[in-house]
């Protein structure tokens, strides 16, 4: 599986972004995607996910009402949509998906196998 993400920049703050990540490599019908973040000095933390075959979404509480994962299961692609965006969502986002995850789990860096490269998100004041 390949996982690339793509559509950060430079915002300034009450802006909104759209990143993508698009999978490849196999289906993905019992697989999470998810995305994470990391902001410099900082522990890469959860955003949200969303499972592929339901299409169910769970999200952070810091970025609830905010931000909304989608996916398009026609090409391959998970979409996170950022409104409202502060300074302090700045960070390196990264899209990553998992099979087998349990709900538990969901939110934590070590359930998921496949990791995208990151983009960058940088929300000015």
């Known amino acids: 599986v390949q996982l690339q993400a793509s559509g950060g920049g430079l915002v300034q703050a009450g802006g909104s972004l759209r990143l993508s990540c698009a999978a490849s490599?196999?289906?993905?019908?019992?697989?999470?995607m998810a995305w994470f973040r990391q902001a410099p000095g900082k522990e890469r933390e959860f955003v949200g996910f969303?499972?592929?075959?339901?299409?169910?979404?769970n999200y952070a509480d810091s970025v609830k009402g905010r931000f909304t994962i989608s996916r398009d299961k026609a090409k391959n692609t998970v979409w996170l949509q950022m409104n409202s965006l502060k300074p302090e969502d700045t960070a390196v986002y990264y899209c990553?998906?998992?099979?087998?995850?349990?709900?538990?789990?969901?939110?934590?860096?070590?359930?998921?196998?496949?990791w995208g490269q990151g983009t960058q998100v940088t929300v000015s004041s």
């Open positions: 990553a998906s998992g099979t087998g995850i349990i709900q538990s789990m969901a939110r934590q860096t070590r359930a998921y196998t496949y």
């Open positions: 969303i499972k592929w075959s339901g299409g169910s979404t």
């Open positions: 490599g196999r289906t993905f019908s019992s697989y999470v």
